[in-house]
């Protein structure tokens, strides 16, 4: 039997590299110890991660049933409730799956496409020409807006304006590396007062449950069906018949508001910023929508080539998921020769795979041309992960950030004005832009 090789450093200490060196550990133990390895965060099981694209073939190709996933997310349940379909596991989470698929349909997004547009103009129309702001909250505020929009059909009564900002404060709560802790750490998680930063958080998620659970009150004593997310979460049935319950309705809102926005939100400030470094970049991107009739319309903007190329290299360089979720084995399993046990959780690194030269030859460097020379496998190329756990979001993600950067780029002239480095920062369990990208805007056509 083959034996898997790890650091040897505490885990105490690994945990604090993995919130505060999220990446430069991640290259240096690949380095050392090649495309599986062992790490060890205190708190947790052991992780065996994996950056080969024939063992995550493995992995994303096998009988789901193997597997339990939603057990390792425990992380995340503060956030987002029992019922997420991102904790649960076998009958249940195929069950919350099929009833949460058909709004996020290819087809369906084309009615979220003008929407998507809107937003983003009203956004930049609030930032100032020669005022430094940053990327990463404007987008943040877009694509929060562009989510509750899709999920509400409403963002501008004041119950949502009210919304909006516990999202966000509650995001921003556990969004630096040093807060992130928060989630990592159960014993930080004490109220010890609404100052207190746990005590705070639980303030805030009881607000934002108050207004979602009012929400679905009051549709059901209105039995308002309408065309927007919610309207169809509502009524979907599963094969017995039975709808969502209310808590089930709430936990499955939380997790598309947090999982829709805040990866988007910084995928696309990691967009804005390799595109205003590299000036061929820019211009090439520019080409290619000024070529693009003079109507826009969304659905032939997200078909530009370029422009799409551009979206799958920012989410390759620094993939806002480092990692799939884990896959925690429920019977023994083998992958490439070494045997693994029930309880292992094996967990495919989207960000190794994506830095590996054999299959992106100079990794460091932004080279949305790859995408356009070679096609690579749902095993090189993963931002979304794979398999029963696949992202649901993907279609909404793919579209939003092309919409976006498309409307933004073609009417907005802007320059970045970091002084200091942009180095992939943890914001949560998501990899974002230390800094934030800060920009001015210089004109506006
Ligand atoms: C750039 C944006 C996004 C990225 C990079 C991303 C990435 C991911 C990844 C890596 C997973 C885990 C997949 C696996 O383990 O195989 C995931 C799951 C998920 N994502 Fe996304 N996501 C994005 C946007 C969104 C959006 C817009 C939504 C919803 C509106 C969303 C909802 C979800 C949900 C609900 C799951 C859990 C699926 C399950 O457990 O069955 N995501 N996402």
């Given at each position: 039997m083959?034996?898997?090789?790890?650091?040897?450093?505490?885990?105490?200490?690994?945990?604090?590299?993995?919130?505060?060196?999220?990446?430069?550990?991640l290259?240096?133990?690949?380095?050392?110890y090649?495309d599986?390895f062992?790490?060890?965060l205190?708190?947790?099981?052991?992780?065996?991660l994996?950056s080969?694209?024939?063992?995550?073939?493995?992995?994303?190709?096998?009988?789901?049933?193997?597997f339990?996933?939603?057990?390792?997310?425990?992380?995340?349940?503060?956030?987002?409730?029992?019922?997420?379909?991102?904790?649960?596991?076998?009958?249940?989470?195929q069950?919350?799956?099929?009833?949460?698929t058909?709004?996020?349909?290819?087809?369906?997004?084309k009615?979220?496409?003008?929407?998507?547009?809107e937003?983003?103009?009203?956004?930049?129309?609030?930032l100032?020409?020669g005022?430094?702001?940053?990327?990463?909250s404007?987008m943040?505020?877009?694509s929060?807006?562009?989510?509750?929009?899709?999920?509400?059909?409403?963002?501008?009564?004041?119950?949502?304006q009210?919304?909006?900002?516990l999202?966000?404060?509650?995001?921003?709560?556990?969004?630096?590396?040093?807060?992130?802790?928060?989630?990592?750490?159960?014993?930080?998680?004490?109220?010890?007062?609404?100052?207190?930063p746990?005590?705070?958080?639980?303030?805030?998620?009881?607000?934002?449950?108050?207004?979602?659970?009012?929400?679905?009150?009051?549709?059901?004593a209105?039995?308002n069906?309408?065309?927007?997310?919610l309207?169809?979460?509502m009524?979907a049935?599963?094969?017995?018949?039975?709808?969502?319950?209310?808590v089930?309705?709430r936990?499955?809102?939380?997790?598309?508001l947090?999982?829709?926005h805040?990866?988007?939100?910084?995928?696309l400030a990691?967009?804005?910023?390799?595109i205003?470094?590299?000036?061929?970049?820019k211009?090439?991107?520019?080409?290619?929508l000024?070529n693009?009739?003079?109507?826009?319309?969304?659905?032939?903007?997200?078909?530009?080539?370029?422009?799409?190329?551009?979206?799958?290299?920012t989410?390759?360089?620094y993939?806002i998921?480092?990692?799939?979720?884990?896959?925690?084995?429920?019977?023994?399993?083998?992958?490439?020769?070494?045997?693994?046990?029930?309880?292992?959780?094996l967990?495919?690194c989207?960000?190794l795979?994506?830095?590996?030269?054999?299959?992106?030859?100079?990794?460091?460097?932004?080279?949305?041309?790859?995408?356009?020379?070679?096609?690579?496998?749902?095993?090189?190329?993963?931002?979304?992960?794979?398999?029963?756990?696949?992202c649901?979001?993907?279609?909404?993600?793919?579209?939003?950030?092309?919409?976006?950067?498309?409307?933004?780029?073609?009417?907005?002239?802007?320059?970045i004005?970091?002084?200091?480095?942009v180095?992939?920062?943890?914001?949560g369990?998501?990899?974002?832009?230390?800094?934030?990208?800060?920009?001015?805007?210089?004109?506006?056509?």
């Open positions: 083959q034996v898997i090789n790890g650091p040897k450093t505490p885990p105490f200490v690994q945990l604090i590299e993995a919130i505060a060196r999220p990446t430069e550990r290259d240096t133990y690949a380095k050392k090649g599986v062992i790490s060890t205190s708190g947790f099981r052991p992780f065996v994996f080969h694209p024939q063992a995550i073939q493995q992995i994303l190709t096998a009988d789901p049933h193997k339990d996933s939603g057990a390792g997310n425990q992380i995340l349940h503060p956030l987002v409730g029992d019922y997420s379909l991102l904790l649960l596991d076998g009958n249940r989470h069950r919350q799956r099929q009833l949460l058909p709004p996020f349909h290819g087809d369906r997004m009615s979220y496409g003008q929407l998507i547009c937003i983003a103009q009203q956004g930049m129309n609030k100032v020409i005022e430094t702001f940053s990327m990463r404007v943040q505020e877009i929060l807006r562009i989510i509750l929009r899709a999920v509400f059909g409403l963002d501008e009564t004041e119950q949502f009210q919304l909006r900002k999202l966000s404060s509650i995001l921003d709560s556990v969004g630096s590396p040093l807060s992130s802790s928060l989630l990592f750490v159960p014993s930080l998680q004490k109220d010890l007062g609404a100052w207190s746990w005590g705070k958080f639980v303030r805030q998620k009881q607000a934002i449950d108050r207004i979602i659970y009012d929400e679905i009150k009051t549709r059901r209105e039995n069906i309408g065309e927007d997310i309207s169809l979460m009524s049935k599963d094969e017995a018949g039975q709808s969502m319950t209310d089930e309705l936990d499955e809102l939380m997790t598309l947090f999982a829709g805040e990866t988007t939100a910084s995928a990691w967009a804005f910023y390799w205003h470094k590299l000036p061929e970049v211009s090439k991107l520019l080409a290619e000024n693009t009739s003079t109507n826009f319309d969304p659905n032939t903007v997200v078909k530009l080539p370029y422009l799409t190329a551009v979206c799958q290299e989410l390759r360089i993939p998921a480092m990692f799939t979720f884990s896959r925690i084995l429920k019977a023994p399993f083998q992958i490439m020769g070494y045997d693994f046990a029930p309880g292992t959780q967990t495919p989207i960000y795979t994506h830095q590996r030269e054999d299959i992106y030859p100079e990794p460091k460097q932004f080279k949305p041309e790859r995408f356009l020379e070679r096609q690579f496998s749902p095993y090189e190329f993963l931002p979304f992960g794979g398999s029963n756990r696949r649901i979001g993907m279609a909404f993600a793919m579209f939003e950030m092309k919409l976006v950067l498309a409307t933004i780029m073609s009417q907005w002239q802007m320059n004005t970091e002084t200091k480095p180095q992939p920062v943890r914001r369990i998501t990899l974002a832009p230390s800094g934030g990208v800060k920009m001015m805007l210089t004109a506006k056509y």
